[in-house]
């Protein structure tokens, strides 16, 4: 045996020098025939790649090195660079260094595409037509259910080339491939029992060898299912979350209508877009492994089991599997219907804990402690008795379950396991060779063992898939609640962005968010309204409340105006129909673009401090990557609130660099004039200042006021200090006339104001002249009150305390 092997070797050596001389010297030969020409061309060629491999390799090592400073600069700052195509670039920390992640904006004519599908839905869904998306259908597994899922996907996977595609057809190999190691496993399981019973070591220590490689392969395989199945769930997220933050937040302002205009989500769109999403996604994912491998696992076990068992086999598991759909179809709760309402009382009592949160400081005045814990609690116990309900009929629910998919299951897959003993003409594969192996002594017997116990393996294997084929029932019905609200919020999200609102059909209310009829221009030098009424809008489907009538004005630069009247009457409105918040119903606003020097800027009547920075405090709604391409510095932010008369804010919080909750920090009056900080740093050419300077003393109101007229911005002031006057050019005056739905505009300082003034001074005159006689008629019901009358009409005299008090009196009038 040696022999021979040392002339095998040595065979496959001369064997292998053979065939390297045989293709040298072909080599050689064609090289030799090769002309000069061409072996110049060729070393030409060879050099110039080299030359260019390494510059590209030299231009792409400067490039990742660009990158890698660019990223720890905008890691430190918190910032990102925007792209020629709208895309974004952030860097996050990643080990040692950074990286690189571009975000991509949602396309318009994405969103076009996808409108038919939220807005438009077929009849044939029950989806209604253009009623509010929470009362068109109740969740639950039906044609509505499929048609918003199908919505859904085609935003999660929008081709068939993106990640979350590739992530699927990952998903479903690892799926596959763990059907084909449970069979390979069967078998296994099979001949190990069979070599032990026969008492084979041999074969049987190799199946147990066979049996650990194939654990760890399995172990691999089920860990990186768990795995990608987490992967998409965070992937379908990823791209639900942008969409929805790019239909969201944008110049439209949906994030403002959402909830002020539109009443298809209420005030809960965070409790939509943070749980609802999650649970969608996270149920999205799980229904493609719950569904796609059980599928596949029916389809091949049924198969191997057909052949094993026979035909009568498979008939007796199709009818179980049909018997135990439908009993469990009809005795299943209506989970979807159950989740959905349970999300929507999660989100009502969440919001109300953020209600609170950020209104502390006005409970804390008011010690409302109390009546906000009963509110609390009562929205508690009306989410807990709900869910206590739900427990209940899970509790019923899966006693059945389990009795059937467990217990009765295993019992008839015993059944159908002896059919190749018992009845072996109607065992199929198993039955035949039971009978052919009949005639030998203990034949059959061998092999029995093995194929019961693979049988028995598959058997299990396919109750298992069958299961979880049943299971997946209920989990449909909870991601039908899921898919439900999911599609609620993007369907509303579409109707609020294109502005798609329906008549109710009672009628047309006036003045109904299906009937506006005015118009916003922007890029005109001044601030016009023709013929615009001012209405308060209601949440849709209702009308809005009209607050004036008709107002025609126009301001040109610097032109100050002043807009001043009793509480309620429509001020704020004003702004909020300029600026876009309500809209326009009839006539013409015309308007500067947005923010920055050439346009209009907004400061609302309650401060808003972002998070962030004392720097972002200032320059909001910049960025610091947006303060440095405006070529500004520190130092220029520094003159800016010295200008607010802020400039020691930076010393006393530690730097621009301080991170606080600036809300708390501030006082009322800082914060109104960080509000004024921020107009001075962005320099518009108009600015609408709604109470910007209620909490500020009048001394301090009025350097503002001259700092921004100095500036060059055109101010139009919200208020009711009749001191402001001074320093705006017109005054628009609401709430004239009997029913205060009046307005006057003129221009301050004219002949009429001042007769208005000098009849109130002579007003004032009168009054005060009267005032010793109001001193009189004082001292005489205070004589009047503190006499005691009793019975009789006799007078008691008054007690020491009250002539101790008294007597001082004429020495105070003496002096």
Not at 37 to 54: D, G, M, Q, T
Not at 166 to 175: N, V
Not at 352 to 362: V, W
Not at 688 to 707: K, N, P, W
Request: charged share 25%.
């Amino acid at each position: 045996m040696a022999v021979q092997s040392t002339l095998r070797h040595s065979a496959s050596e001369d064997i292998l020098v053979a065939f390297i001389n045989k293709y040298t010297k072909l080599f050689r030969d064609r090289l030799r025939k090769t002309s000069r020409r061409s072996k110049l061309f060729a070393a030409i060629l060879l050099a110039a790649s080299i030359i260019l491999s390494a510059e590209g390799g030299r231009r792409w090592w400067n490039r990742r090195r660009q990158e890698k400073e660019q990223g720890r600069k905008l890691v430190r700052t918190n910032s990102w660079v925007f792209n020629k195509d709208g895309s974004r670039t952030i860097y996050v920390p990643y080990k040692d260094g950074t990286s690189k992640v571009v975000i991509n904006r949602t396309k318009p004519l994405t969103f076009e595409a996808h409108r038919r599908l939220f807005l438009n839905p077929p009849k044939v869904s029950g989806l209604g037509d253009g009623t509010v998306p929470s009362a068109q259908t109740k969740p639950g597994l039906n044609l509505a259910f499929l048609h918003q899922f199908l919505s859904l996907m085609s935003i999660m996977i929008p081709r068939w080339t993106s990640k979350e595609a590739g992530l699927l057809i990952s998903h479903g190999a690892f799926l596959m491939l763990r059907t084909y190691l449970s069979l390979v496993v069967a078998r296994l399981d099979g001949e190990i029992v069979r070599d032990l019973v026969a008492g084979n070591g041999r074969l049987f220590l190799w199946g147990i060898a066979k049996w650990c490689g194939l654990g760890g392969f399995a172990s691999y395989t089920n860990s990186m299912i768990k795995f990608l199945e987490s992967k998409v769930s965070i992937a379908f997220r990823t791209r639900l979350t942008r969409y929805i933050h790019d239909l969201y937040l944008n110049d439209n302002l949906n994030y403002y209508k959402l909830s002020n205009l539109d009443g298809g989500v209420g005030q809960g769109a965070d409790q939509f877009i943070t749980q609802d999403l999650t649970l969608f996604c996270a149920s999205a994912a799980n229904l493609y492994s719950s569904l796609g491998k059980p599928f596949i696992d029916l389809c091949v076990f049924n198969y191997q089991l057909y052949r094993s068992l026979g035909p009568l086999a498979l008939t007796g598991l199709m009818s179980n599997y049909f018997l135990t759909a439908s009993i469990l179809r009809k005795m299943s709760p209506p989970f979807g219907k159950l989740k959905a309402v349970e999300g929507r009382k999660e989100g009502d009592f969440r919001s109300l804990h953020a209600r609170l949160i950020a209104n502390a400081e006005e409970v804390a005045f008011y010690g409302g402690a109390e009546m906000e814990k009963t509110f609390l609690n009562k929205e508690f116990k009306s989410l807990k008795s709900w869910m206590e309900g739900i427990y209940l009929l899970k509790i019923r629910y899966n006693i059945l379950e389990d009795f059937i998919l467990k217990y009765s299951w295993s019992a008839y897959g015993y059944l159908l396991s002896s059919l190749p003993v018992f009845l072996p003409a109607w065992g199929g594969l198993g039955g035949a060779m039971e009978m052919a192996d009949s005639a030998e002594k203990g034949g059959r017997e061998r092999n029995r063992m093995k194929d019961f116990i693979t049988n028995k393996r598959l058997m299990l294997s396919l109750a298992d898939a069958g299961g979880r084929m049943m299971y997946s029932i209920k989990d449909l019905s909870e991601l039908a609640g899921y898919t439900s609200r999911v599609y609620t919020l993007i369907s509303t999200l579409h109707r609020v962005h294109a502005n798609a609102y329906f008549p109710r059909p009672s009628g047309n209310e006036l003045y109904s968010l299906s009937d506006v009829q005015g118009t916003i221009q922007k890029g005109f030098d001044g601030v016009r309204f023709e013929h615009v009424p001012i209405v308060a809008p209601g949440l849709w489907p209702q009308g809005g409340e009209e607050l004036l009538e008709s107002l025609s004005m126009i301001i040109r630069r610097g032109e100050h105006l002043l807009i001043s009247g009793p509480n309620g009457v429509g001020k704020s409105a004003i702004a909020r129909v300029l600026a876009g918040l309500w809209p326009v119903y009839r006539g013409l606003v015309s308007r500067p673009k947005s923010i920055g020097q050439d346009g209009i800027m907004f400061l609302p009547q309650r401060p808003y401090l972002s998070v962030g920075t004392l720097r972002d405090q200032v320059i909001y709604p910049d960025g610091e990557l947006d303060m440095r391409l405006k070529r500004k510095s520190e130092e220029e932010l520094k003159r800016v609130l010295d200008a607010a008369k802020l400039g020691y804010l930076p010393d006393r919080e530690g730097g621009w660099d301080t991170r606080k909750e600036w809300k708390d920090v501030l006082s009322g009056g800082e914060k109104q004039r960080v509000g004024i900080a921020r107009l001075l740093y962005h320099e518009p050419q108009y600015a609408v200042i709604d109470e910007g300077t209620s909490a500020v003393s009048s001394d301090v109101e009025g350097l503002l006021y001259e700092t921004c007229k100095e500036r060059g911005i055109t101010l139009i002031t919200i208020s009711t200090r009749a001191s402001l006057k001074k320093y705006h050019t017109f005054n628009l005056i609401l709430g004239m006339g009997e029913n205060g739905d009046e307005w006057e505009f003129e221009r301050i300082g004219t002949e009429r104001e001042k007769m208005q003034v000098e009849r109130e001074l002579q007003e004032l005159r009168e009054r005060l002249s009267q005032v010793e006689q109001w001193k009189q008629r004082r001292e005489e019901i205070e004589k009047e009150l503190a006499q005691v009358w009793v019975e009789g009409d006799a007078p008691l005299d008054p007690p020491p305390y009250v002539e101790n008090t008294a007597e001082p009196e004429p020495e105070k009038d003496e002096a």
